[in-house]
């Protein structure tokens, strides 16, 4: 489980985040949501470590991350994979390279070993036959699925996705989103997943936070969706049509 | 190869051009272009070759890998991505540089021997008595330390104007143009800092 606690972040006079907490429980696919610019990435950033939080406190599983000395830092990382935006992926290397590259730095396996897991994983994600492909060669839904082999390869006990399903036809959205959340299912990790797509926000928000100008307005899951009463978070989920006659039905 | 072979033959050719007394030995063409590839032109002309090419695509590749996001995969997963990137490309630098220097010098020598000898200038005897006539071993010694100094600023300049980059696909074009800019000025300062302190 992660804990946050009052995190603010301002860049020069802006203020992104405006002391956001709350839980993101284990076992679940936590979603962070809300429209483009109230701060989802930044909050991620702040989770992660890759952004100093100006305020407050994040906690995994009761370690506080922001307070930590480097050597806890560095311990905790290495139960973190994350999946970014783009993927990620090292150009240089290859899709084999990419997977195992955790496995190098983080571990002491065998090279036989790294192998084995590596093409373990590249398989649960549904990529078999391509390690020796370089990113170059392959498309932006099998990069997806790629950073997050990478991203599951260290046996990780939180995963992050920023964005997972940006860029990608809807039905390879549904299917990335399937795949975090039978991931977080099967391996029991603390999934957290910052997106603005709709399908993922029904399909996989066991636990839903949303963001509205740096401010925390709602929290649950999509189940509770249609019930929430807040207007800022009814604007955005039910925009179209389609959405909207969906809900007035409930 | 190509662009110090050149230059050792140029500037043979305008030495030899410039030196029109007969009080003065032919075989001082020679020593001059010894003088100037070993004190100057192999040195800091490489650098500035070497800033445009290798200082480039450093600030280049590693821009790209910041606006990519790659190097925050580095960082989420725990490891220090400046020493991890950055360290063995100073390294590298550091003890490529100069070799690349030493090839340099020999490669314009050599320039200047064929074009010497096939214009008639000087004979290969004058050529190679020049080479050797009132040799000073402290400049090799001024010429490799020149080359640590160049080839740690290049990367180390370069490696910052990438690593730091902001934005997008032009702002990796606006930190390579940088990177060269601000190498080359260094490259300058530090050459003429050098030649006061140590000759």
Redesign the interface.
């Known amino acids: 489980m992660i804990k946050i606690k009052d995190i603010s972040k301002s860049f020069s006079d802006k203020q992104v985040l405006a002391g956001i907490s709350g839980e993101l429980e284990k076992g679940k696919t936590n979603l962070i949501i809300g429209s483009s610019g109230t701060g989802k990435s930044v909050l991620l ?1 702040c989770i ?3 952004i100093q939080p100006d305020t407050g406190s994040v906690f995994f599983d009761l370690r506080n991350f922001t307070e930590a000395d480097k050597e806890m ?2 311990d905790i ?2 139960e ?1 994979g ?1 999946l ?3 993927g ?4 240089s290397k290859n899709v084999q390279e990419n997977v195992m ?2 496995l190098d ?2 571990t002491k396996m065998s090279p036989a070993e790294k192998i084995e897991r590596v093409n373990f994983c590249l398989k649960r994600v549904g990529l078999e036959g391509v390690n020796k492909k370089m990113p170059s060669e392959i498309s932006g839904g099998m990069k997806k699925r790629v950073g997050i082999a990478r991203a599951i390869v260290n046996n990780p006990n939180y995963l ?1 996705c920023d964005e997972p399903n940006s860029g990608l036809d809807p039905q390879t959205s549904i299917l990335i989103d399937e795949l975090i959340m039978e991931i977080t299912h099967e391996f029991d990790i603390t999934t957290v997943v910052v997106t603005h797509d709709m399908n993922s926000v029904l399909g996989i928000g066991e636990k839903i936070m949303f963001l509205y100008k740096g401010n925390k307005l709602w929290e649950g899951s999509n189940n509770d969706l249609i019930h929430s009463g807040v207007k800022e978070l009814d604007d955005f989920v039910f925009t179209n049509k389609v959405m909207r006659s969906l809900k007035d039905k409930a | 190869m190509l662009v110090s072979t050149f230059m050792g033959a140029v500037t043979t050719l305008q030495t030899g051009a410039n030196l029109v007394s007969p009080f003065v030995p032919r075989f001082i063409i020679s020593n001059v272009v010894r003088e100037m590839t070993i004190l100057e032109l192999a040195p800091t002309i490489m650098a500035v070759i070497y800033a445009g090419k290798v200082g480039s695509s450093m600030a280049g590749g590693l821009g ?2 910041r606006i ?3 190097i ?2 580095l ?5 220090n991505a400046a020493s991890y990137l950055v360290l063995p490309k100073i390294v590298a630098s550091i003890l490529m540089y100069p070799l690349l220097v030493i090839v340099a010098a020999v490669c314009a020598l050599m320039g200047g021997y064929l074009v010497g000898t096939l214009t008639g200038l000087l004979t290969p005897t004058e050529y190679v008595y020049g080479i050797r006539y009132a040799f000073n071993p402290y400049f090799i010694t001024f010429a490799l330390i020149k080359t640590f100094v160049f080839a740690f600023l290049i990367s180390t300049i370069s490696s910052f104007k990438g690593y730091y980059t902001q934005g997008g696909a032009l702002e990796v074009g606006i930190a390579s143009t940088q990177a060269v800019t601000s190498s080359i000025i260094a490259i300058l300062l530090a050459d003429y800092f050098l030649a006061y302190l140590l000759i």
């Open positions: 950033k992660v470590g890759l830092k560095s990382r290495r973190i994350m970014f935006q783009g990620a992926l090292f150009d590259f955790p730095i983080l992050f | 790209t890998m990519t996001e790659q925050d995969a960082e989420v997963m725990g490891i």
